[in-house]
Structures are given as structure tokens and as C-alpha cells.
């Protein structure tokens, strides 16, 4: 499973797939109709092809969620719009082993939503914190050396455009 050192990956809930609770959302019987947010599948094709296809999606979930996530990402045509593959997709039960598989793949860039589980990696060199955070939050993200990012917009700035000018 282990690749060169310079790939990229980036969390499932609440980065690519709102999540969240109600009528619409991933957690209900219609959770194939949940959107993706503004300007992922996008972005994530364009890193993928940065990163040399070295794009991976770890997420933690249980057996229920994971199979309901690989269903949405067939349905919404994931593959296809990300050209990330399917072995790309990589699931663990609890957020402290995302780091271990982070250093098992080579991960060097990492997006989540949660600070948290940051905290345990000890191998990557870019860590953005996806979405609206806390106050509280915002001031443990920068004692972790965290870039936030409100979305993909501006990971897609972050990684892409600016990456340009350096």
C-alpha cells in the first residue's frame, strides 16, 4: 500500500459529503441524494492530477457508513469526476488511525474538519482544518500549526494557485 511521500488525502463527513442529520442528509433513507460541497469533486480532480494520482480519501466510519459511502460516491459518479481510485478509498473505525495510514501511504497534506485528529500526525507538513470552526477551536488549530480553510474554494487557492507562484 505504501506510495511515494508526496501524496494528498482528505477526509469523507463534513469535507466532501455535508453529513450531517435530518430529512436530506447522509444519515437518511435519502442519503444518495446528499450533495457534495461547492467545488470538491472538482478540486479533487485537480489535486489528484497534481499529486500524480496520489489522491486518497481516509475516512472514519463504521461498516453501515462505509458502505453507504462507497454507495453515494458510485452514485454520484465520484471515480469518474475525481479520478481517484476506488483502492484510494480507505476506511478505519476510530480517528487516531487516520495518522497511521497517513504514514503508510506517504500522506504529506491532509484535509479534515476535525482539529482534533491532528493531533496524533506526526508526519504530515500541511494540515488544513475544513469548514466552520469554533472560536475555541480556532485557537487549539493554531497552537497545532493548522491552516483553516472554509472551503474548497480556498483549498483549491492553497494548493493549486498559489502553489504556482512559489
Known amino acids: 500500500m505504501k506510495t511515494r511521500d508526496t ?3 482528505t477526509d469523507f463527513g463534513g469535507v466532501i459529503n455535508p453529513g450531517g ?4 442528509s447522509f444519515f437518511s433513507d ?3 441524494k446528499t450533495p457534495r460541497l461547492s467545488n470538491s469533486f472538482e478540486t479533487l480532480s485537480a489535486l489528484n492530477t497534481v499529486y500524480g ?4 480519501v481516509v475516512s472514519k466510519c463504521g461498516p453501515r457508513i462505509q458502505d453507504r459511502t462507497l454507495r453515494w ?11 481517484i481510485a476506488p483502492d484510494h478509498i480507505i476506511f478505519c473505525l476510530e480517528r487516531i488511525q487516520k495518522a497511521g495510514i497517513c504514514r503508510e501511504l506517504g500522506i504529506r497534506a491532509f484535509i479534515d474538519d476535525h482539529a482534533d485528529v491532528f493531533a496524533n500526525f506526526d508526519t504530515l507538513t500541511t494540515r488544513y482544518l475544513f469548514g466552520p470552526q469554533s472560536a475555541e477551536t480556532m485557537i487549539s488549530a ?6 483553516p480553510v472554509a472551503s474548497w474554494a480556498d483549498v483549491r487557492k492553497l ?7 512559489r
Request: proline content about 3%; aromatic content about 14%.
Open 7 to 9: 501524496a494528498f488525502g
Open 21 to 24: 442529520r435530518g430529512p436530506d
Open 30 to 32: 435519502d442519503f444518495l
Open 53 to 56: 494520482n496520489e489522491m486518497y
Open 73 to 83: 460516491m458510485e452514485a454520484n459518479n465520484f471515480y469518474g469526476e475525481t479520478k
Open 142 to 147: 493554531r497552537t497545532l500549526g493548522l491552516i
Open 159 to 165: 494548493e493549486l494557485e498559489d502553489r504556482l507562484t
